[in-house]
Antibody
Framework: EVQLVESGGGLVLPGRSLRLSCTTSGFAFDDYTMSWFRQAPGKGLEWIGFIRREAYGGTTDYAASVRGRFTISRDDSKDTAYLHMNNLKIDDTAVYYC??????????????WGQGTPVTVSS | DIRMTQSPSSLSASVGDRITITCRASQGISKDLAWFQQTPGKGPKSLIYDASKLESGVPSKFSGSGSGTDFTLTISTLQPEDFATYYCQQYHTYPLTFGGGTKVEIK
């Protein structure tokens, strides 16, 4: 059974950093692109970024709203993806989800999602 | 960025009803569209990809159609577990973008 479990969320002050983890099981982690998404309270879904598998260079891309502040990494030996968030803003308050991705030529979508971890940025 | 517009934003229906949700892309996306179901407190669940292909294990009461800019999700014979929020997402190009969601409520 494919499982993704996010962790590391919590309450953080504006301007501080936080690292989220996505621990996976039930599939060959190193064969897949992994993405992160978020959902602000009462709002819709927003793509944050992805990291391709190492066989494709482990390249990353990000949404404009987080580029330069957020970084995605992966540790294939631990079947885990990470979201490093720096200089957090109040507007970053959301539930953060990681997904296993099915790749297409120019895009991808998450065929399996975790249950999410909440991040609250507040003073 | 490709803008995805979903309608309606909410609807009320009864158990046993058939409903249709529409999703329109601001430019052609071929069939690069997925539909997701989300219940409160949970992560989204993928239902349909490539506009009309059912994910493994998803019941056949869900169906999708469309290509280019106009897409639909149909749920035949609504059951209590189908009352949820549904989102479309294009994966034709980055950034990936979603419709605003359709909340399906019990009448």
């Amino acid at each position: 059974e494919v499982q993704l479990v996010e962790s590391g969320g919590g309450l953080v002050l504006p301007g501080r950093s936080l690292r989220l983890s996505c621990t996976t099981s039930g599939f060959a982690f190193d064969d897949y692109t992994m993405s992160w998404f978020r959902q602000a309270p009462g709002k819709g879904l927003e793509w944050i970024g992805f990291i391709r598998r190492e066989a494709y260079g482990g390249t990353t891309d990000y949404a404009a709203s987080v580029r330069g502040r957020f970084t995605i990494s992966r540790d294939d030996s631990k079947d885990t993806a990470y979201l490093h968030m720096n200089n957090l803003k109040i507007d970053d308050t959301a539930v953060y989800y990681c997904t296993r991705c099915r790749d297409y030529i120019w895009g991808s979508y998450g065929d399996y999602w975790g249950q999410g971890t909440p991040v609250t940025v507040s003073s | 960025d490709i803008r995805m517009t979903q309608s309606p934003s909410s609807l009320s229906a009864s158990v046993g009803d058939r409903i249709t949700i529409t999703c329109r892309a601001s430019q052609g996306i071929s069939k690069d569209l997925a539909w997701f179901q989300q219940t409160p407190g949970k992560g989204p669940k993928s239902l349909i990809y490539d506009a009309s292909k059912l994910e493994s294990g998803v019941p056949s009461k869900f169906s999708g159609s469309g290509s280019g800019t106009d897409f639909t999700l149909t749920i035949s014979t609504l059951q209590p577990e189908d009352f949820a929020t549904y989102y479309c997402q294009q994966y034709h190009t980055y950034p990936l973008t979603f419709g605003g969601g359709t909340k399906v409520e019990i009448k």
